[in-house]
């Protein structure tokens, strides 16, 4: 009797650590569950970040927006993405007002997953400005 | 006995509160471990893609400002363009607290961070010598990148010159233009020549169209005929020059005659 009253006891500590175990697993779940639902975003602003910035490795970036050739800047990002990406573009100066008088965009969002990376780009040219450029992406459907 | 069968009846108790308290230690300990890995400073973090576009800023502003200084602006305008960078990038950084730091080189030849040199020995030189200090720290991570950037644009001038009739000499000057040491190309040039041959007073008269050629490897013959006051008077040139950054270099040198 004096042993089975024991192990009475052993077994509610077997239980709690399984429910201790149960707890640290589902603990363990929930970061993994939130990272799927984010890689795709994260993907599409990395994708804008090197889209931006191997525009502007060599001026050209900073160069189009000193010109205010919206065209232009529309076909370089057009051609850096794929079909398959949604983009809209607007260009802002250092107080944040926009300066692009027209939409550079490829249509309207299909996706109502959109990643937006705002890129801070300076001037090379000896009149100094500093723009900030929001590029959206979005996977089309 | 009633005391000893009460605390054998609890003791599966005290041990199942036991097991929760290593259980709640060993969650602790592993919520620290991760929280300390997560506050460590990444170096040259890559994990940030927007440090690798404010390194790309800080050399365009750089750039801009070596530009602006070498075609006659102020030296301050470098440390001036530095804050303005820093300013916007430290308004838009919404999800990172961004703190950059930045020291313009001061040792010899540098001074605030600039070297210009347009010497009589042939060789011109316009230079911005900046280090920075980046840091960022965001809910993700934390980073931190240390980097300086050297920009020099260089002109190397060379020349010789034979004697034609009279006071009319036949020239041609070599130009070399490097960016960071590596040749580069140019984007105009502007040849002068001293009519006298010295430089009390200087007399530069500027050659009209001279024939350029252009070797697509940052060099360039220059070509052209010189009248000085007389025959024997020593050809003293200087080449100026805009390389593709709009950075404007100067270069004196005196031609051999052959």
């Not at chain 2, 009589?120 to 840091?135: E, P, R, T």
Request: with cysteine.
């Amino acid at each position: 009797m004096r042993l089975l009253k024991d192990n009475r006891g052993q077994i509610r500590i077997i239980e709690a650590f399984f429910a201790s175990i149960l707890l640290l697993s589902s603990l363990t779940l929930i970061p993994a569950t939130q990272n799927n639902s984010n890689d795709s975003t994260d993907l599409l602003a990395s994708t804008a970040h090197n889209v931006l910035m191997s525009l502007d490795s060599n001026g050209y970036l900073t160069s189009l927006v000193s010109n205010q050739s919206w065209i232009n800047l529309k076909s370089s990002i057009q051609s850096s993405l794929s079909p398959m990406v949604w983009f809209n573009l607007t260009v802002f100066d250092e107080n944040m007002t926009c300066i692009n008088d027209v939409p550079i965009c490829s249509g309207s969002a299909v996706s109502d997953r959109i990643a937006a990376v705002d890129y801070v780009c300076a001037s090379t040219s000896s009149n100094y400005a500093v723009y900030i450029i929001r590029l959206q992406l979005a996977l089309v459907d | 006995m009633k005391t000893r069968h009460t605390s054998r009846r609890n003791s599966g108790q005290v041990l199942i509160i036991v097991s929760l308290i290593v259980t709640m230690l060993l969650l602790s300990t592993a919520l620290y471990i991760a929280e300390t890995a997560k506050d460590v400073a990444v170096y040259e973090a890559e994990v940030e893609p927007a440090f690798s576009a404010y390194k790309l800023g800080t050399m365009n502003t750089i750039i801009s400002a070596l530009s602006n200084i070498s075609n006659g602006g102020s030296k301050d305008i470098l440390v001036a363009d530095l804050n303005r960078f820093n300013s916007v990038v430290g308004n838009h950084s919404f999800n990172t607290i961004f703190k950059m730091e930045f020291t313009p080189f001061s040792m010899a030849p540098y001074q605030g961070g600039v070297w210009i040199d347009w010497g009589s020995s042939g060789k011109g030189v316009s230079s911005a010598y900046v280090s920075f200090i980046l840091n960022s720290s965001g809910t993700a991570a934390t980073c931190y990148s240390e980097y300086a950037v050297n920009i020099t644009s260089e002109l190397d001038v060379s020349g010789e010159y034979t004697l034609l009739n009279g006071t009319l000499k036949q020239v041609t000057v070599t130009c070399t233009v490097l960016n960071e040491g590596q040749p580069a190309l140019a984007r105009n040039f502007t040849v002068y020549y001293e009519q006298d041959g010295s430089l009390s007073p200087e007399e530069w008269v500027q050659v009209a169209s001279p024939s350029i050629t252009d070797y697509g490897n940052g060099t360039y013959i220059i070509s052209f005929t010189a009248e000085t006051t007389n025959p024997d008077d020593p050809l003293l040139v200087s080449v100026h020059c805009h390389d593709l950054r709009y950075i404007f270099i100067k270069a004196n040198a005196t031609c051999t005659q052959v």
